[in-house]
């Protein structure tokens, strides 16, 4: 059967398969303006295709566009440089559990340092030792459950040991 093509009109549901779309994107681009249906709510075919290469074209120069260009260029320089700022203002978390590593053991080394900087007097050096190596120890566990925080990004489950003054 042979039709002119100037004049035929045909469904929404015959021509969604004509054009490899569906009826739904049909209805969109009918709305966006492209192409328009007749009185009986059929679309004349010659329109409904000019109308709908005229969208393809349209929609190819916009991806193509040297503004649109411009534009994403400018959104990926945006982003990178995000990534470039967050790169510089934050650490690894390996590198910052090494330094609360190296900065606690150096102070607790200080710390068991200090008896004999202190006196010579062997019984006043234990005494003082002993007082050192409690709080060495107080610290040691404070400074376990805070490490065990920052690696986890979470609050210790049992906090038992409270950061106390």
Same mark, same amino acid.
């Given at each position: 059967?042979?039709?002119?093509? *100037?004049?035929? %009109? =045909?469904?929404?549901?015959? @021509? #969604?398969?004509? @054009?490899?779309?569906?009826?739904?994107?049909?209805?969109?681009?009918?709305?966006?303006?492209?192409? /328009? #249906?007749?009185?009986?709510?059929?679309?004349?075919? $010659?329109?409904?295709?000019?109308?709908?290469? %005229?969208?393809?074209?349209?929609?190819?120069?916009?991806?193509?566009?040297?503004?649109s260009d411009r534009l994403n260029t %400018?959104?990926?320089?945006?982003?990178?440089?995000?990534?470039?700022?967050?790169? %510089?203002?934050?650490?690894?978390?390996?590198? #910052? @559990?090494?330094?609360?590593?190296?900065? /606690?053991?150096?102070?607790?080394?200080?710390?068991?340092?200090?008896?004999?900087?202190?006196?010579?007097?062997?019984?006043? $050096?234990?005494?003082?030792?002993?007082? =050192?190596?409690?709080?060495?120890?107080? @610290? /040691?566990?404070?400074?376990?459950?805070?490490?065990?925080?920052? $690696?986890?990004?979470?609050?210790? *489950?049992? $906090?038992?040991?409270?950061?106390?003054?």
């Amino acid at each position: 059967m042979k039709f002119d093509a *100037k004049t035929h %009109a =045909v469904s929404q549901q015959e @021509l #969604a398969p004509m @054009l490899g779309i569906t009826t739904r994107r049909i209805r969109q681009i009918v709305a966006e303006g492209w192409f /328009s #249906a007749n009185d009986d709510g059929k679309y004349v075919l $010659r329109d409904a295709i000019a109308g709908y290469r %005229a969208m393809m074209k349209a929609a190819a120069e916009r991806r193509h566009n040297p503004t649109s260009d411009r534009l994403n260029t %400018a959104k990926a320089e945006m982003v990178e440089a995000r990534i470039r700022k967050f790169d %510089a203002d934050h650490i690894a978390m390996t590198e #910052a @559990l090494q330094s609360f590593d190296e900065v /606690s053991g150096d102070f607790l080394a200080m710390l068991k340092g200090l008896p004999p900087l202190i006196t010579s007097d062997p019984r006043e $050096r234990e005494r003082i030792d002993a007082i =050192v190596d409690g709080d060495c120890q107080r @610290l /040691s566990e404070k400074w376990a459950v805070l490490r065990e925080e920052l $690696r986890t990004g979470k609050p210790a *489950k049992h $906090r038992a040991l409270e950061l106390e003054d």
